[in-house]
T-cell receptor, first 113, second 114 residues
Framework: AQTVTQSQPEMSVQEAETVTLSCTYD???????LFWYKQPPSRQMILVIRQEAYKQQNATENRFSVNFQKAAKSFSLKISDSQLGDTAMYFCAFMPRGGKLIFGQGTELSVKP | DTAVSQTPKYLVTQMGNDKSIKCEQN?????MYWYKQDSKKFLKIMFS???????INETVPNRFSPKSPDKAHLNLHINSLELGDSAVYFC?????????????FGPGTRLTVT
């Protein structure tokens, strides 16, 4: 079975600091996609960043970047220069090509002033 | 313009009632989904439709019935509501393309069964 594990239920970081959220997944597929979604208190699900498994280069989106280690099945999210608006639940998600999106349990991130 | 919209945003009802949640997307996507987020914030797919055809049907009680009148709409009807149905229900849509099945989510519907 395909699973996604986020081992950090809660994390906190000081404003302007850097934080890394961990995610590991288990699959026998070779062609898949990985995502990080953000869910602020408004509960809207917002895509933060995505990564295609066939691409070796780590994805970046402004202050957000990933460390994708395919052999280790690891997909961590780094948030640089943390801002108060980054306070949210963060979900790691895995999707095999043509399959369904599978979410991790989520990491609740608090950015403190 | 809202990309994926759901109505209502909040729904409070009593056990045993029947209720529907509506979803519409104006992105021209072929595929739509329903997800359930439980009280521990865990998100799980319930159904997926592609061009009005059911393609994913997870282990969901028969009381839940999705209906897709056209590819821009996917409604969720729930019969004989139970306390355990209380959750946030999200609609989403996607289109295969160079962004690889990126899913766009609606704002969610918080269902409370009393």
């Amino acid at each position: 079975a395909q699973t996604v594990t986020q081992s950090q239920p809660e994390m906190s970081v000081q404003e302007a600091e850097t934080v890394t959220l961990s995610c590991t997944y288990d699959t026998s597929e070779s062609n898949y996609y990985l995502f990080w979604y953000k869910q602020p208190p408004s509960r809207q699900m917002i895509l933060v960043i995505r990564q295609e498994a066939y691409k070796q280069q780590n994805a970046t989106e402004n202050r957000f970047s990933v460390n994708f280690q395919k052999a280790a099945k690891s997909f961590s999210l780094k948030i640089s220069d943390s801002q108060l608006g980054d306070t949210a639940m963060y979900f790691c998600a895995f999707m095999p090509r043509g399959g369904k999106l599978i979410f991790g349990q989520g990491t609740e991130l608090s950015v403190k002033p | 313009d809202t990309a994926v919209s759901q109505t209502p945003k909040y729904l409070v009802t009593q056990m045993g009632n029947d209720k529907s949640i509506k979803c519409e997307q104006n992105l021209g996507h072929d595929t739509m989904y329903w997800y359930k987020q439980d009280s521990k914030k865990f998100l799980k797919i319930m159904f997926s439709y592609n061009n009005k055809e059911l393609i994913i049907n997870e282990t969901v009680p028969n009381r839940f019935s999705p209906k897709s009148p056209d590819k821009a709409h996917l409604n969720l009807h729930i019969n004989s509501l139970e306390l355990g149905d209380s959750a946030v229900y999200f609609c989403a849509s996607s289109q295969e393309g160079d962004r690889g099945y990126e899913q766009y989510f609606g704002p969610g519907t918080r269902l409370t069964v009393t």
